[in-house]
């Protein structure tokens, strides 16, 4: 059988300590015929010379982005070279796990889903676990996009996961319109949300990604705008697909999201220390 054609996307940013790591843990990947993709946002620190380390890597591209746009103008640029049949976006501090790309691309593959994620370990910036085996909360059995979608806007928080934990058919995610920033702290789980709309949901339950929690990272620059975000994205969310999401999942949704925003905060306050 052929290997699956695999995308793995990069948008960076100022992540010339981890963004080495990173790269090596997509390139040890097996079982697919890989494509990397990296985009440099016009980082200061050093990033770039990081990049040229790989140059000669037939595998991997660079390309630069000019300043401006935020994080959603990066993701959509580096996204938009994207050739293979199945697509994953890694942000510049995290790591895959052994495995994770054949695996996710089989399942795909095998089921017809256009959307499947797996768990994550979410850990502090010297790589010390904070939580093992995160995600998938009440999503861990296959079901169609539409019903994944309405049980993760009902539980007031992305149980898909940051983008390393996802992958998408690249021909969906381009017909949903690419990464859609009109709620830029949800951009990933409002992108999936489009995504799961066409087409079925399959879990990857096993932990195939690393998540590290930094003070540099979009989420946490937008901490204070995060439930009035989740509520917006709610109610969009019934107002574009009511057969979906009811006004009841919108209710339950929103006090969950305010919950979680304010334990977001506790978290990244007495986190913080080791998101540095």
Request: aromatic content about 8%; proline content about 4%; glycine content about 8%.
């Given at each position: ?13 100022n992540?010339?300590?981890v ?14 015929e890989l494509?990397?993709i ?8 050093g990033t ?6 790989y ?6 591209t660079?390309?630069?982005t ?8 990066n993701w959509?640029?580096?996204t938009?070279?994207a050739?293979?049949?199945?697509v994953?976006?890694?942000?510049g501090?995290?790591v ?15 089921t017809?889903a256009v ?9 502090d ?7 093992r ?5 009440g999503i861990?059995?296959?079901m ?10 009902r539980?007031?928080s992305n149980?898909?996961g940051e ?6 058919r ?10 859609f920033d009109r ?8 992108s999936?949300s489009?995504?799961?709309?066409r087409?079925?949901?399959v879990?990857d339950t ?7 929690m ?7 620059a937008?901490v204070?705008?995060?439930a ?9 969310m019934?107002d574009?697909?009511p057969?979906?999401?009811s006004?009841?999942d919108?209710?339950?949704g ?8 304010r334990a977001?905060r506790?978290?990244?306050k007495?986190?913080e220390?080791?998101?540095?």
């Amino acid at each position: 059988m052929t290997p699956a054609r695999v995308s793995v996307v990069i948008p960076a940013y100022n992540n010339a300590k981890v963004i080495g790591e990173t790269i090596d843990s997509v390139l040890a990947q097996t079982g697919v015929e890989l494509e990397l993709i990296v985009a440099d946002h016009s980082s200061t620190d050093g990033t770039k010379a990081v990049l040229d380390r790989y140059q000669d890597d037939p595998r991997v591209t660079i390309l630069e982005t000019p300043a401006g746009g935020g994080a959603p103008r990066n993701w959509n640029r580096v996204t938009a070279e994207a050739t293979g049949d199945y697509v994953k976006l890694v942000c510049g501090d995290d790591v895959l796990r052994p495995g994770v790309l054949a695996r996710q691309a089989a399942l795909l593959e095998r089921t017809g889903a256009v959307f499947t994620a797996c768990r994550r370990d979410i850990v502090d910036a010297d790589s010390k676990v904070l939580f093992r085996g995160w995600g998938l909360r009440g999503i861990g059995k296959p079901m169609p996009g539409s019903e994944a979608v309405k049980r993760v806007v009902r539980s007031g928080s992305n149980q898909f996961g940051e983008p390393a934990s996802v992958m998408m058919r690249t021909s969906v995610l381009r017909e949903a319109g690419d990464w859609f920033d009109r709620f830029p702290y949800l951009i990933d789980q409002a992108s999936y949300s489009r995504v799961l709309m066409r087409g079925d949901f399959v879990p990857d339950t096993e932990v195939g990604a690393t998540f590290r929690m930094s003070t540099t990272q979009w989420s946490v620059a937008l901490v204070k705008d995060q439930a009035t975000q989740a509520h917006q994205y709610h109610q969009w969310m019934h107002d574009t697909y009511p057969d979906a999401v009811s006004r009841t999942d919108v209710v339950f949704g929103n006090l969950r999201a305010s919950l979680m925003s304010r334990a977001r905060r506790l978290s990244y306050k007495v986190l913080e220390r080791r998101m540095r």
